[in-house]
């Protein structure tokens, strides 16, 4: 798969987060040609931009948290987690970017190169989703022979009745296997979203400078999806480990730059964390520690939706769940009280069973409706995040080596 293939908002909301960082700067720049230093310009310029990156993150998570309960973890809900994330990283990499030259030095380097290795395992996290994605797939078809059985304006039958049956009892065994199981024939036949986009990356480097070239050795794991021995669960403790705010002193002598790239850090490891609640994957496990220093404005937010997301996965009805998203739980249900439902039918039929059969199946309809809406943007938006950050990674691997050759 290729990033030409994704469509959706993030672009065009990335669009406007670089037209206001572009009028930003520009009133700066007037500022400063009416009688302020060139030093005085760019320490004006930075803490705009590192104002702006921390405001940015700040409203966003903001908004996410004000969700109504009935919509957490909903698949529109997670594309705006990820259409964070797209935008959020984009001024990041553009900060990257304007001060690469302090970037390359200590202890900024060694700060960036911390978060390139995070962000390798986030993309391991990313091709997990994709193959859960395909799951949830599977039990959509299973849904539609329901709908197509049960559906029909004549009278109903036993054999359609038996088919029906059939589907949902597949249904529900396949959403009951475990984590390994149910995923081991889509891990066996997917490959990562894009070989090429790997590939491509390797080549660029060939000639780069020589630990450039063993860090590209990480994108290897990106040719194939994820093992049987792989867990979600101890990806996310990997990407969250020793996970500090930088010390005063380093913060100080980078000029505060070291806060952004400790807050895109966390985003990683939020964005990471839901989507391993949220959609069926190996070895889920959301017992990550969260501890964000309060001097964030999004610390608290964050921390309320990750409480919210903990309380969700301990309802009795979610415990045992293979994963978290509103529709993943439609989907139980309905396939539970139709599968009771069916069981509980004598024939002849009764013309009051046959309006309590057509009821369900409208209400099976209506999640089989939302998920053939939402399933294909959130893939796209899971494709545009793991191509971002690949594409981010390299970038700012070159600006290191070519700063440092400088």
């Known amino acids: 798969m290729h990033t030409t293939d994704s469509q ?149 039958g036993e054999g359609q009745f038996r088919r029906a049956k059939k589907a949902l009892t597949d249904l529900s065994n396949g959403m009951m296997l475990d984590d390994r199981d149910s995923n081991a024939s889509l891990a066996y036949r997917n490959r990562s979203f894009s070989r090429n986009t790997v590939g491509s990356s390797r080549d660029h480097h060939h000639h780069s400078h020589h630990h450039n070239r063993s860090s590209m050795g990480h994108f290897r794991s990106l040719s194939w999806s994820t093992s049987r021995t792989w867990s979600a669960s101890r990806q996310l403790q990997a990407i969250g480990n020793n996970l500090n705010h930088p010390r005063g002193n380093d913060l100080a002598v980078s000029n505060g730059l070291g806060s952004p790239i400790f807050t895109m850090n966390w985003i990683l490891l939020f964005v990471m964390w839901v989507l391993v609640a949220a959609i069926p994957c190996q070895d889920r496990g959301l017992h990550v520690h969260f501890s964000i220093p309060r001097q964030f404005s999004w610390a608290t937010p964050c921390l309320s939706l990750h409480e919210r997301i903990m309380e969700e996965s301990k309802k009795r009805e979610r415990r045992n769940s293979c994963g978290l998203l509103k529709e993943i739980y439609q989907v139980e249900k309905c396939t539970r009280v139709m599968s009771e439902l069916i069981d509980s039918i004598q024939f002849p039929l009764t013309e009051e069973k046959e309006g309590e059969v057509r009821q369900r199946v409208q209400e099976i309809l209506q999640v089989y409706e939302g998920l053939k809406d939402g399933l294909d943007p959130l893939e796209r938006h899971v494709r545009e995040v793991f191509h971002r950050i690949v594409r981010g990674r390299t970038e700012g691997l070159d600006s290191l080596v070519n700063t440092h050759g400088s």
């Open 8 to 156: 959706g908002s993030a672009p065009s909301l990335i669009h406007l987060g670089r037209s206001i960082l572009s009028l930003r700067r520009n009133q700066v720049q007037v500022h400063s040609m009416e009688g302020s230093t060139t030093s005085q310009y760019q320490s004006s310029s930075l803490d705009e931009e590192l104002e702006s990156f921390q405001k940015q993150v700040s409203d966003r998570i903001l908004d996410l948290s004000l969700v109504d309960p009935d919509d957490l973890l909903s698949l529109s809900w997670v594309g705006k987690l990820l259409d964070l994330f797209l935008c959020v990283q984009e001024e990041f990499r553009y900060i990257l970017h304007n001060h690469n030259a302090q970037v390359a030095k200590p202890p900024l380097d060694r700060l960036v190169a911390d978060f390139f290795e995070r962000s390798v395992k986030a993309l391991d996290v990313c091709n997990a989703i994709r193959d859960g994605i395909q799951q949830i797939r599977q039990w959509q078809k299973l849904l539609e022979i329901v709908i197509c059985s049960l559906n029909h304006q004549k009278s109903l």
